[in-house]
């Protein structure tokens, strides 16, 4: 069995670190297995190490310390070219003087292929990304959209085992982008490749990621499947980092188990799920989603409640993000889907809310940054 798990991983990082200065580590400490035909996700805000690891996966940085393994052996001192890996980046890097056809055939017949395998790979390539017709035009004469597929077909055309992607749909408008988060899930759906996929953009990683790996300060915070991560942050940065949250300060009274109480400033107590937190009276911050709090008649049954006044409302269409007054927080956001607002609600009314002790996590106290 547990050989058999081995087997499943493809790439492992092992102790991995990269100082540019000899100084501070850009990368901490990395361990991270990547497994056979996953799309994992490295996710954080610039300078937080997840570029510098990828760059160290495909061979253009080198670790300052620590190994890196793809499919079981060390891949340190190997060049970028002989590491099978396919690599797609934000500004397409396309030869501008060949065509689309070209450009594909290019990384098959640096290999040696023979011209008749190389033709039939690049018409299956350029299918596809649906780009069958554009096979002999020239990277100018497409659009951002089109060249980004281009630059995606020609990352696959050599089939290689690995797949990195940089920040691939950072230049496109958000419809686009969008289009192609999807379109790139289901050709790793169907293809089983494994992809490395890296950006700053939360949503993104959350929509096409089978994992995500949160990363902060050179080390990684988190490593779970999206939903996870967004229902269950193991920390305070996380819960920032990935969609909305309404964090209130504290301290720890005392805990029960996997429950805790927690008194807040002004003296109120909120029951909540104790995730990572202290001795009591060491300071833990919470952490609600703001869809998770409960107003008015909706709010009786929860275990946690408060009164909040409501300051303003703000207007997305879909749902309508509440902002309000409570328990001393000036920003504390409510969401509702428009169909459940209540249409007498306004500004200024003092209402009660609350939420289920489930729905609130106590973590560490979030450090001035």
Not at 282 to 302: D, F, Q, T, W
């Amino acid at each position: 069995m547990a050989e058999n798990a081995s087997s499943d991983v493809l790439v492992s990082f092992k102790g991995v670190q990269k100082s540019y200065d000899g100084e501070s580590l850009i990368v901490k400490d990395l361990n991270l297995d990547i497994r056979k035909g996953e799309f994992l996700t490295l996710l954080g805000p610039s300078g937080s190490g997840k570029t510098t690891s990828l760059m160290m996966l495909a061979g253009f940085e080198t670790p300052t310390a620590g190994e890196i393994l793809l499919a079981g052996r060390s891949i340190n001192n190997v060049p970028p070219h002989k590491r099978d890996i396919g690599m797609v980046f934000q500004n397409y890097a396309l030869f501008p003087h060949m065509t689309v056809a070209e450009n594909l055939a290019f990384p098959l017949s640096v290999r040696g292929m023979n011209k008749t395998d190389v033709t039939e790979r690049v018409k299956r390539a350029l299918s596809m990304v649906q780009l069958d017709s554009f096979r002999n035009r020239y990277p100018a004469q497409l659009s951002g959209g089109q060249q980004q597929r281009v630059a995606l077909a020609r990352a696959l055309v050599f089939e290689p085992q690995l797949v990195l992607m940089d920040e691939p749909l950072g230049a496109l408008d958000k419809q686009l982008r969008e289009h192609m988060q999807m379109e790139i899930k289901h050709i790793h759906q169907r293809l089983g490749v494994t992809v490395v996929y890296v950006t700053h953009d939360q949503g993104e990683a959350l929509t096409m990621s089978d994992r995500v790996a949160v990363f902060h300060q050179g080390e990684i915070q988190q490593i779970a499947p999206p939903r996870d991560l967004y229902e269950a942050p193991s920390n305070t940065f996380v819960a920032q980092f990935i969609g909305e949250n309404n964090r209130l300060a504290g301290e720890l009274v005392a805990r029960d188990g996997e429950r805790c109480t927690v008194r807040l400033a002004r003296g109120e107590q909120v029951q909540a799920l104790a995730v990572k937190v202290g001795a009591p009276g060491e300071p833990v911050s919470l952490s609600i989603r703001p869809e998770r709090v409960r107003i008015n008649g909706a709010s009786e049954s929860c275990a946690n409640r408060f009164s909040g006044r409501v300051a303003e409302f703000i207007y997305l269409g879909d749902h309508v993000r509440v902002r309000m007054e409570v328990c001393g927080n000036p920003s504390f956001f409510v969401k509702q889907p428009i169909a459940e607002l209540d249409p007498a609600l306004s500004v200024g009314d003092v209402v009660p809310l609350g939420w289920h002790v489930e729905h609130v996590r106590a973590l560490d106290p979030q450090l001035a940054e």
